[in-house]
């Protein structure tokens, strides 16, 4: 999720607070092909990268206990939100990550996860970092290597250059097929259900549309 680093750079003890919380995964990558020991049961293993605070993730697992969630967020500033919401809804099937996407393969197995979630994520306006991006082809290719055949990739943003973008990437992409898209999320058949993240309620309030697709691997 696109943060404010400057206005969330520096909370003090964040770092302190990560390493001690139980909800934290700090050695991730020696729980690849383990999470389900993580969790203790079998349940699907739902992941959203770059969660932000996190107020999807946990609405969505207090919705579903029968699924297990990891959220992925690399700035401890903005992590240490969602901890603390944790300590006191206690939820018990979602774990936090602090950690760059760029590692993602490294962290779950192949097939361990039944669906991701991008929401918001940083747009990377210039075209040298377009690699970058998380719907980028190589960011794809990585989700590839992690994600069940069946699995579903759901992406949301408010930035429409990204969203095309994105949907080109999805077409030159050899192994992902576009299952549905919108352009303007709360004027269409998929708004039922819809959770809103803190970025898309402060959008949808000024007026702004909201782009979703949805994927998966063919």
């Known amino acids: 999720m696109r ?25 991730e990558t020696e729980q690849k092909g383990k ?28 919705q579903n206990p029968d699924i297990n969630y990891v959220g992925i967020e690399k700035y401890s500033s903005v992590l240490v939100r969602a ?29 361990e996860v039944a ?22 082809v190589h960011f794809l290719q990585r989700y590839e290597q992690i994600l069940q055949p069946d699995g579903h990739l759901i992406f949301k943003t408010d930035n429409r250059d990204l969203f095309d973008f994105s949907l080109e990437q999805v077409e030159e992409a050899p192994n992902w097929i576009l299952l ?19 970025y898309e309620q402060r959008f949808v309030e000024k007026g702004n549309a909201i782009c979703r697709m949805e994927i998966m691997q063919k």
């Open 83 to 111: 901890l603390e919401k944790q300590q006191e809804l206690e939820l018990p099937n979602i774990k936090f990550i602090r950690m760059e996407a760029e590692n993602i393969a490294d962290v779950f197995d192949k097939n």
């Open 35 to 62: 999470w389900h020991e993580v969790f203790g049961n079998s349940n699907p293993i739902h992941i959203e990268i770059g969660m932000g605070k996190g107020q999807f993730l946990m609405t969505l697992a207090g």
């Open 180 to 198: 549905n898209h919108t352009f303007d999320l709360h004027h269409s058949e998929y708004v039922e259900g819809n959770i809103m993240t803190e």
């Open 3 to 27: 943060i404010s680093i400057m206005r969330l750079r520096n909370v003090p003890g964040s770092r302190d607070m990560i390493t001690e919380s139980p909800y934290t995964i700090k050695n």
């Open 115 to 136: 669906r991701i979630y991008l929401n918001f994520s940083d747009p990377w306006p210039k075209d040298r970092h377009a690699k970058r991006r998380l719907t980028s």
